[in-house]
């Protein structure tokens, strides 16, 4: 395994970052702040076992990424430019987008007016390929408000938060509200929201074939006309 340090300086590489065929090779970054930037694809040659990325301002992937094992990204902004469905694992592991600030906003699906520096926009989430365990987003106990619009999924879902809101599309679009649907999967929708939950008026909430919706808050408030 490679374990890449800076003290506030930012990490940039340029090109591809492949494993060694054979072995089990994984990358850590510990940006300690500072920005961490791939310019290209990250295992596209031969999968990393796994990929960590800790305290980075912002994390940047260029390209793909084939993981065989867990990806996790603890960082103040991600921005991912891949094709689509190719940031995926290769051996069913998890995927965790964390905020560095257990506090700070999150957007999925390009919300109207949104404005949180932790966001995942419609292209972005389309780069996520299928075969992840899981896909955790948020810190697990901590503040966040989230706010979804139009945001699709491919495997099990976790959101965690204080507050987390299901708004009504501002357009026409293909998804409307939230899903994990994908062919057969029985994918699950899995919301802690400390304090409420709000499902925007036809923003549907849609878990895969025989998937389950669990929800926890002190609050929810769901919409008569969604599903």
Do not use: Y
């Not at 891949?82 to 390009?110: E, H, K, Y």
């Not at 979804?148 to 507050?163: H, K, M, P, Q, V």
Request: no cysteine; proline share 2%; charged share 20%.
């Amino acid at each position: 395994d490679i374990t890449l340090t800076r003290n506030g300086g930012n990490i940039i590489i340029t090109g591809r970052v492949n494993s060694t065929a054979g072995e089990d090779f994984g990358l850590t970054f510990n940006a300690g702040g500072g920005n961490v930037t791939i310019g290209g694809a990250i295992g596209d040659v031969t999968p990393l076992e796994f990929l960590q990325v800790n305290d980075a301002g912002e994390f940047v992937l260029g390209g793909g990424a084939r993981i065989e094992n867990d990806t996790e990204i603890n960082a103040d902004r991600v921005a991912i430019t891949a094709p689509q469905g190719s940031v995926v694992t290769t051996g069913g592991g998890q995927l965790r987008l964390l905020p560095n600030d257990s506090s700070v906003s999150i957007d999925l699906g390009s919300p109207a007016n949104g404005s949180a520096a932790f966001s995942l926009d419609d292209a972005e989430l389309a780069m996520l390929g299928d075969g992840f365990s899981l896909i955790r987003i948020g810190q697990t106990g901590a503040t966040h408000e989230l706010n979804i619009e139009s945001a699709r999924f491919l495997d099990d879902l976790e959101l965690n938060g204080a507050s987390v809101n299901l708004l009504a599309s501002s357009v026409a679009q293909a998804v409307n509200g939230l899903s994990v649907v994908n062919g057969q999967d029985d994918n699950d929708i899995t919301i802690n929201a400390q304090t409420s939950f709000t499902q925007g008026r036809r923003a549907g909430l849609v878990a895969g074939r025989n998937g389950n919706i669990t929800i926890t808050a002190d609050e929810i408030a769901l919409d008569s006309k969604s599903r």
